[in-house]
């Protein structure tokens, strides 16, 4: 068994995976610095603003688009952030590993699909796992056609894995 998994698997049962609305603002915020930080080389076009949470009566249709949509300024290519922030895993005696990443559901897939076609532009699923919001223990740049299922094996998130701390990249239509 890979390393990464035995530290995945520390992280079961720690606390609910769906994590709350406020926990949810605080890594968008953090995952956002990481690309403002850079100085000019990105720029946030837009920052879905959740309306539909303070006006609970009204949906929102802007609020099931992914968070962020951000232009790499150098070459103005634009592509969409959706991040998520969970505590831990959920046991799956079906997955190879016999745990699961719940990231989403299907529907909400489905949406970020249409996203990324109407608008012509990759979206990217950024996932903070364990720790702090602002601090994740661990953290994944999943492209959207490779996160297709709500619940993501661990083979997935290893192959996707990135330094929390590190500033973005983008090259070649590709986020890491």
């Known amino acids: 068994m890979k390393p990464i998994i035995d530290f995945l698997k520390l992280l079961l049962d720690q606390n609910d995976v769906n994590d709350d609305l406020e926990t949810g603002h605080e890594f968008e915020q953090y995952v956002a610095e990481l690309f403002t930080e850079q100085g000019n080389y990105f720029s946030i076009l837009e920052w879905t603003p959740d309306n539909s949470i303070k006006h ?7 609020n ?4 962020l949509v951000i232009q790499y300024n150098p070459t103005k290519e634009k592509f969409a952030v959706e991040c998520k922030f969970r505590s831990g895993l959920y046991e799956n ?3 190879p590993e016999g745990v699961v990443l719940k990231w989403s559901y299907s529907e909400q897939i489905k ?16 996932i903070g796992l364990g720790g ?9 740049c999943i492209p959207l056609e490779e996160a297709k299922y709500p619940e993501l094996f661990t083979s997935i998130l290893e192959k996707y894995e990135r330094p929390s701390d590190r500033l973005f990249f983008w090259k070649n239509r590709r986020l890491t």
Request: glycine share 0%; net charge negative.
């Open 64 to 67: 099931q688009n992914p968070d």
């Open 56 to 62: 609970k009566n009204f949906r929102v249709e802007s």
């Open 111 to 126: 949406r970020y699909e249409q996203f990324s076609k109407d608008r012509r532009i990759p979206v990217f699923i950024v």
């Open 93 to 95: 005696k079906m997955a």
């Open 132 to 140: 702090e919001p602002d601090d994740p223990e661990c953290m994944f």
